[in-house]
């Protein structure tokens, strides 16, 4: 069975520092991986997704992450935070199937940012 | 055009009680998903619509819990009888049909429901 982990329940981060939010799972093939945000009141945005290809991808809001096989990782970064991405940020791993199919998440990361 | 859209927002109901949760669907979304969020846990499946068929419900926690789908439009999620645990945050999602899309899901804001 596939699963997600994400390390850091609560991270704390000044404004325009850098972010690494960690991200590692587990499946028995390449998986599809997303990471998600959820703002106050707001659903579960997408930020980015990785299918396959260049390991580096970009998403929105200036975030990106990186899938690194042999760490069975999918770390998301900022390289200057904004006061408004403060926020939980979930990674998830959706399995290969015929017709879509569930995504299992991590138990979340909660970012707060300091002016 | 519109996301996925959750009814209510928020819930509040004794033990016992029974409560419907809706959602609906991104237009031309054939997948539907149901995932809760229980106080402090992560975020887990409960089951998966392809139009009106229920694709996968491995994630229902027990028969308490019914989900439909007429039509396969919007979809409804019935907690009866609703008990303490059953609280949290019900979220909603959609997927597109076809090729690698049906793997991107949109989700909507969720139902906090709390059983008191």
């Known amino acids: 069975a596939q699963s997600v982990t994400q390390p850091d329940i609560h991270i704390t981060v000044s404004e325009g520092a850098s972010l690494e939010l960690r991200c590692n799972y587990s499946y028995g093939a390449t998986p599809y991986l997303f990471w998600y945000v959820q703002s106050p009141g707001q659903g579960l945005q997408l930020l980015l997704k990785?299918?396959?290809?260049?390991?580096l991808v970009q998403g929105i809001k200036g975030f990106e992450a990186e899938f690194k096989r042999s760490q069975s990782s999918f770390n998301l970064r900022k390289p200057s935070v904004h006061w408004s991405d403060a926020a939980e940020y979930f990674c998830?791993?959706?399995?290969?199937?015929?017709?879509?199919?569930?995504?299992?998440f991590g138990g979340g990361t909660r970012l707060m940012v300091k002016p | 055009e519109a996301g996925v859209t959750q009814f209510p927002s928020h819930s509040v109901i004794e033990k016992g009680q029974t409560v419907t949760l809706r959602c609906d669907p991104i237009?031309?979304?054939?997948?539907l998903y149901w995932y809760r969020r229980v106080m402090g846990k992560e975020i887990k499946f409960l089951l998966h619509f392809v139009k009106e068929s229920k694709q996968d419900e491995s994630g229902m926690p027990n028969n308490r819990f019914l989900a439909e789908r007429t039509g396969g439009t919007y979809s409804t999620l019935k907690v009866q009888p609703a008990e303490l645990e059953d609280s949290g945050v019900y979220f909603c999602a959609s997927s597109f049909t076809g090729g690698l899309a049906k793997n991107i899901q949109y989700f909507g804001a969720g139902t906090r429901l709390s059983v008191l």
């Open positions: 237009s031309g979304h054939d997948n």
């Open positions: 998830a791993v959706g399995a290969y199937g015929n017709a879509g199919n569930m995504l299992t």
């Open positions: 990785y299918f396959s290809g260049d390991t």
